[in-house]
């Protein structure tokens, strides 16, 4: 399904770098961007990236992505929690998803615990602030080529 790697971007990230610095860091969502891409490159990766604050962008292009991208980064901010459009979205996508996360959800208020992205995710990475983009990329090369392998 060729090279490119869609990341997704959700609610409230666009604020990153002024947004709870404590929480998530002083890092821009351009940062983030510029990480993931260059990690990627060194792949021989693309990445394309989309930040929406409204749900339904997000699940267009997670749609778009169907046939075309080989995987989906997707940091979806709040709507972890509840994104069910989202969520099945996803389970339409047969590529490599990575869910991603600043801070560690596990760690802090309760309604965080539960993702319903990762019921339909590869894996995910939470809790190493901006290292968690280096990491979901990384994640994805070592995925695409395992199952080149197979
Ligand atoms: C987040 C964690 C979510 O609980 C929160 O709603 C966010 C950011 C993170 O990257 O740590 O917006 O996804």
Redesign the pocket.
């Known amino acids: 399904m060729g090279t490119i790697v869609l990341l997704l971007s959700?609610?409230?990230?666009n604020l990153l770098g002024t947004r709870e610095p404590e929480v998530?860091g002083s890092a821009t969502l351009d940062d983030h961007v510029a990480t993931a891409t260059s990690v990627a490159a060194a792949h021989g990766l693309t990445v394309e990236h989309l930040q929406s604050n409204h749900e339904g962008d997000l699940v267009d292009a997670v749609h778009g992505a169907r046939g075309r991208c080989a995987a989906i980064v997707i940091?979806?901010?709040?709507l972890?929690?509840y994104g069910w459009s989202l969520h099945d979205a996803l389970a339409a996508y047969d590529g490599v998803v990575v869910e991603?996360?600043?801070?560690n959800?596990m760690t802090?208020e309760p309604w965080?615990h539960t993702s319903v992205v990762a019921p339909v995710a590869t894996g995910t990475v939470?809790g190493f602030g901006g290292d968690g983009y280096r990491l979901a990329i990384e994640a994805v090369a070592a995925r695409l080529a395992v199952e080149d392998l197979r």
């Open positions: 959700g609610p409230n990230l998530y940091n979806p901010g709040a972890t929690h991603v996360h600043l801070s959800p802090r965080r939470a």
